[in-house]
């Protein structure tokens, strides 16, 4: 049996990348054999925290051998991860999403409704009675921050806060000045194709019976990213073409004023306008307040389609 | 927004009646509105451990009303809850089977692939700092002895024996004596009809597209269930014919041997007999040194599906 691989959600974010490190630090300090990696290119947000702390990306892996031992964080979404995923063998999940997946074994599965993995990660360091270094501090607090938007999401719990605090202490980090410079670092754009740019952190995702693609990125100002809206559109209906899709919807979120706009496209466009009770003008609905996919997007319009 | 209710799978064992009990007690020391509840008729050996103990079971309810929020204790399937638990608010879970739930929110969930929810328990009250008293650990040590047939069972973990240890210290039992005499009480049969008999403890269950009930009743004696072998044969028959069954295997557990004989009947009868590669001979097939459906059962008979 080679090691036992620890990874998250493909389209990596801040909180799958340092919570396979975090979690493969935590498996080797309690004498397993254990290997971080990822199913997706590192983005401009995770590039800006391993730089600051100095910490490799881990292994980029497209698959794994049947039968392999796997430890996932971050998801339990079969759509999210290697293809063979039901042919390898989960020991342990940690996540804080719906449930999304079934299995024929038991395993340990460690999910709560915080806003980021890594404050459970916190408390299983805790319970394992592991120190937390300040390098494994910053990877954590890095996570939090942006996986709550600076603490601004309705995602982010007193949890999460008073996690990271303390992991702020240790990490020796300033959270305002440090976490907007992330933040800012990951709307950096330029570098990236319009595909890519729809799918930096997309997610597919059944609204009953519609097959809908959801992606996200954030930004510090909504109308540069609207520069690109006719090339954004037709690479949407691409899609929407390709993949059967009733739905994509492309939600384009201020870091700064907390708010977003989407792009909509698709027959089932209609339920966005159902569901925020705002129309759709020139494809581009208002979604304010909305920075949240999971808790403000994915509810509620699911209960509208 | 009423009581939170707590509740284990139909059919309720030791450690789905005792689990919600002992997690009642947890969350009402954090200042939760909870009530334990239950799916289901007491069993014999349940019964013995709560006049032991001086416990009240907890209240019998067949449904709750949609939105209720509910706590799972010893199972996350919800073939095994009440008929609409899709439209109740799953708060938590904690469980040691496998997965065999979605849901569209994200909850806390806790799994851990030990042989008993009680441990798994014990560590809870232990990260919350809650006080486990002499009644709880008597729960929580029963539950364990039941589902680990008294440590015999292959689920049985280190951590179940290291927990079960610690908890007899705080009840003041001695774990051979009470263990199996709260054993055998569970093997007695002779208030039960034949139906009741093949229903104290049957899971539905899928072997790949094979629609199967494989129930299990624990004894002191093979040879004596076995003299009402044409009884259960025929109401066998009547549920694979009512239930439009692929298999009905009806396991005979010897407690004190530690081993088990099956009846096992309908057109998918052969896969036992590939599973164990024995015969099966008048409807019954030897599965020696089996005691545990979820190790020693459930897999091998699915993979031979």
Known sequence: MGKTLIFGHKNPDTDSITSSLVMANLEKKLGNDVEACRLGNINKETEYVLNYLGVEAPKFIEDAEDKTEVILVDTANPDELIPNIENVVIKKIVDHHKLSMKTSYPLYYRAEPVGCTETIMYKLYKENGVEIDKTIAGLMLSAIISDTLLFKSPTC?????????????????????????????????????????????????????????????????????????????????????????????????????????????????????????????????????????????????????
Chains 1, 2 share one sequence.
């Open 157 to 305: 719990t007193e949890e999460d806060v008073k996690v990271a605090t303390e992991l702020a202490k240790i990490a020796e980090i300033d959270v305002d000045t440090y976490g907007m410079d992330m933040l800012k670092a990951g709307t950096d754009l330029s570098s990236f194709t319009i595909e890519e740019i729809l799918n930096i952190d997309a997610k597919k995702i059944d609204l009953k019976d519609k097959k809908s693609i959801i992606a996200q990125v954030n930004t510090a100002s909504i109308d540069e990213v609207l520069t690109m809206k006719a090339d954004l559109e037709a690479a949407m209906e691409k899609s929407i073409e390709e993949n059967g899709l009733d739905l994509f919807m492309f939600v384009i979120t201020d870091i700064v004023e907390s708010t977003s706009k989407a792009i909509v496209l698709g027959n089932a466009a209609h339920i966005a306008e159902k569901a925020y009770n705002e129309k759709i003008v020139d494809n581009i609905i208002e979604l304010k307040g909305v920075v949240s996919r999971k808790k403000q997007i994915v509810p509620i319009m699911t209960e509208n389609a």
